[in-house]
C-alpha cells in the first residue's frame, strides 16, 4: 500500500507477540522474506510524519500465513509493544520491489 507521503506501507501491528517487546504484524506485501534484510523500518500512526526505528529482527510467522513478527531496537517489554498496537511499518518508496511492466 503507497501513501502520499513516500512511504509504502509492508505490515500494520495488531498485538504484542512474546515477552521480549515483539510484536505481529499483518504483513501487506507480496516480499515479506525480504524484510529480514532491513535494518531499519519507519513507524506510522496518524498524521504525524513517520519515525525511523531499528529493526533488530523480523521473520514470517509460519503458523499464522499472512503475519510476521517484528522485534524493533528500543522495545523490550510487552508493555511497550502494546503500545505500537495499529502502528504501520513502512519503508520509504524507493526501497520498494520493482515489478515487471504489466504487473
Known amino acids: 500500500m503507497t501513501t502520499g507521503s513516500g512511504y509504502v506501507t509492508v505490515?500494520?501491528?495488531v498485538r504484542p507477540r512474546g515477552n521480549k517487546g515483539e510484536v505481529a504484524a499483518e504483513?501487506?506485501?507480496d516480499f515479506?522474506?525480504?524484510l529480514k534484510t532491513f535494518h531499519e523500518v519507519f513507524?506510522?500512526?496518524g498524521r504525524a510524519e513517520p519515525r525511523r526505528v531499528a529493526l533488530k529482527s523480523f521473520w514470517v510467522d509460519r503458523n499464522h500465513p499472512g503475519f510476521g513478527v517484528f522485534h524493533f531496537e528500543g522495545f523490550t517489554s510487552i508493555d511497550e509493544a502494546e503500545q505500537l498496537r495499529g502502528i504501520e511499518v513502512q519503508i520509504p518508496i524507493g526501497q520498494r520491489v520493482a515489478l515487471p511492466a504489466g504487473s
Open 32 to 34: 515479506a522474506e525480504r
Open 27 to 29: 504483513l501487506l506485501t
Open 43 to 45: 513507524l506510522s500512526g
Open 11 to 13: 505490515g500494520r501491528i
